[in-house]
């Protein structure tokens, strides 16, 4: 039965039953995504979906008003997290580094470019600069360059001086800044080998 202070969900919130849904299921799994944004106090417009890592695709789940979407990791287990405490016990969330991996790895799941800025803004709070370096290795390298260009965007430039080394280590070309649309203009970032063919702007 669903508690009274839930009823207008019909259903418990997803980070009271997820963690023991994971478990059923034998799977490692993390909350990510704007979920975890908004867990760290981040994101600024309320999530519509529940977002969950896990290492392969699985179709979405509903649950009254709840809706959980699964975003596949290979490498979930390896990706550094936090425990929640949740009125039921606790969630495994990405940390705040590895939420902003995520959100501009899998940007088309988090509203655009424009939006995942908004959310690095708030985010740039909690974000440590050596640890998004360390972070960086568990991730595709252009996920790094367009990381640092956004946390840049986002008026963060002194969180990015040691992954911009990792870039200049690792980087081998130039990429796409957003990957879903074609080479315009001539506009490059260096720093980040990066082809800036999209225009971004803060939501908030």
């Known amino acids: 039965m669903v508690p009274p202070e839930y009823q207008s969900l019909t259903c418990l919130p997803p980070e009271q039953f997820i963690p023991y849904l994971m478990e059923h299921l ?4 993390y909350v990510s995504l704007l979920s975890a944004a ?10 519509q979906v ?6 392969l695709n699985r179709p979405r789940i509903r649950c009254g008003k709840v809706r959980i979407q699964f975003v596949a990791r290979h490498n979930v287990s390896e990706i550094p997290t936090l425990t929640k405490n949740t009125p039921r016990g606790y969630i495994l969330v990405s940390s705040a580094e590895a939420t902003a ?3 501009v790895g899998y940007v088309h799941y988090c509203g655009g470019f424009d939006n995942v800025t908004a959310v690095l803004v708030e985010l740039a709070e ?14 595709p390298v252009p996920w790094a360059q367009r990381l640092g260009y956004l946390l840049e965007m986002a008026g963060a430039r002194a969180l990015t001086e040691p992954l911009a080394k990792h870039v200049a ?4 070309e130039y990429v796409l800044l957003d990957p879903k649309q074609g080479e315009k203009g001539l506009t490059r970032s260096s720093r980040w080998k990066l082809v800036i063919n999209a225009e971004v702007e803060s939501d908030l």
Not at 50 to 55: G, L, R
């Open 26 to 29: 034998s799977l490692n799994y």
């Open 38 to 47: 908004e867990f760290h106090g981040a994101a600024h417009q309320r999530p």
């Open 50 to 55: 529940f977002q969950v890592v896990v290492a």
């Open 101 to 103: 991996f995520d959100l």
């Open 126 to 139: 909690s974000l440590k600069d050596e640890e998004l370096a360390r972070v960086a290795s568990l991730s």
């Open 169 to 172: 280590n690792v980087a081998r």
